[in-house]
């Protein structure tokens, strides 16, 4: 769920999936539609009634002052954010079970065959927004390392291969998709989302954390290269 927060009012407005969204002209988005262009990270959304707690929201392109601005912000707060939380699901610095499975595209792993390897795991769902918020960064990370052999990232969902190969074509994620993965994570008992796991050469995880914070990237990024030079 997406928050916006109004200067000098005592309660933030919300906005949902069920939340008018329209454009200048007054045009009504479609959920999927407004919410692809809010991931695009080059627009913004407004109320048309800052007093109103079920105010519809008006959805605008931002200039590229406000970009640079709200780009600056975001560095600056990144910079600066504390490691996440560690999640409830693993130990750091101890070993992580065995899992055997074959992705979307027919190709198999064995995660006990990958040591050697840094394996960064990404538990998500397609209707869990913080897990569609984070693909466009988290694909910027495997693009840093395609060259790289000894990082595997693998993207274990819940949901089904048809559902996946729907949701894949307006928002790519370019992770080694595994579907089906319920039983993955019951495996290892997680129940919260998006989950991110960093395995280390010698099959112990160097990094966990759940949720999608100001720090999850940066920390997400950092792991994945300590673990690298290990």
Same mark, same amino acid.
């Given at each position: 769920?997406?928050?916006?927060?109004?200067?000098? %009012? =005592?309660?933030?407005?919300?906005?949902?999936?069920? $939340?008018?969204?329209?454009? $200048?002209?007054?045009?009504?988005?479609?959920?999927?539609?407004?919410?692809?262009?809010?991931?695009?990270?080059?627009?913004?959304?407004? &109320? +048309?009634?800052?007093?109103? !707690? !079920?105010?519809?929201?008006?959805?605008?392109?931002?200039?590229?002052?406000?970009?640079?601005?709200? /780009?600056? /912000?975001? !560095?600056?707060?990144?910079?600066?954010? &504390?490691?996440?939380?560690?999640?409830?699901?693993?130990?750091?610095?101890?070993?992580?079970?065995? #899992?055997?499975?074959?992705?979307?595209?027919?190709?198999?792993?064995?995660?006990?065959?990958? /040591?050697?390897?840094?394996?960064?795991?990404?538990?998500? #769902?397609?209707?869990?927004? =913080?897990?569609?918020? +984070?693909?466009?960064?988290?694909? %910027?990370?495997?693009? +840093?390392? @395609? @060259?790289?052999?000894?990082?595997? #990232? *693998?993207?274990?969902?819940?949901?089904?291969?048809?559902?996946?190969?729907?949701?894949?074509?307006?928002?790519?994620?370019?992770?080694?998709?595994?579907?089906?993965? *319920? #039983?993955?994570?019951? @495996?290892? /008992?997680?129940?919260?989302? =998006?989950?991110?796991?960093?395995?280390?050469?010698?099959? %112990?995880?160097?990094?966990?954390?759940?949720?999608?914070?100001?720090?999850?990237?940066?920390?997400?990024?950092?792991?994945?290269?300590?673990?690298?030079? @290990?």
């Amino acid at each position: 769920m997406i928050q916006l927060s109004i200067a000098q %009012k =005592p309660a933030p407005l919300r906005i949902t999936e069920a $939340s008018i969204v329209k454009d $200048s002209t007054g045009q009504v988005y479609p959920y999927s539609v407004w919410s692809a262009l809010m991931q695009s990270g080059l627009y913004s959304l407004k &109320p +048309e009634d800052p007093g109103n !707690a !079920a105010t519809a929201f008006v959805i605008y392109r931002m200039s590229d002052e406000e970009l640079a601005k709200m /780009r600056a /912000r975001q !560095a600056k707060m990144e910079a600066e954010a &504390p490691k996440p939380k560690e999640s409830l699901f693993f130990a750091t610095g101890k070993p992580i079970s065995n #899992f055997k499975t074959t992705d979307m595209y027919g190709n198999k792993y064995n995660l006990k065959d990958l /040591r050697g390897k840094v394996v960064v795991l990404n538990f998500w #769902f397609v209707n869990c927004p =913080p897990c569609k918020k +984070e693909i466009p960064e988290l694909n %910027k990370i495997v693009a +840093e390392y @395609q @060259q790289n052999k000894d990082v595997v #990232f *693998l993207a274990i969902a819940l949901d089904d291969k048809a559902a996946l190969q729907e949701f894949l074509q307006n928002l790519p994620f370019h992770y080694n998709i595994i579907d089906s993965g *319920l #039983f993955i994570a019951q @495996q290892y /008992r997680i129940t919260s989302y =998006p989950t991110h796991v960093v395995v280390d050469k010698e099959g %112990k995880v160097s990094f966990h954390t759940t949720g999608l914070g100001m720090g999850t990237i940066k920390w997400l990024r950092s792991s994945i290269q300590e673990a690298l030079q @290990q």
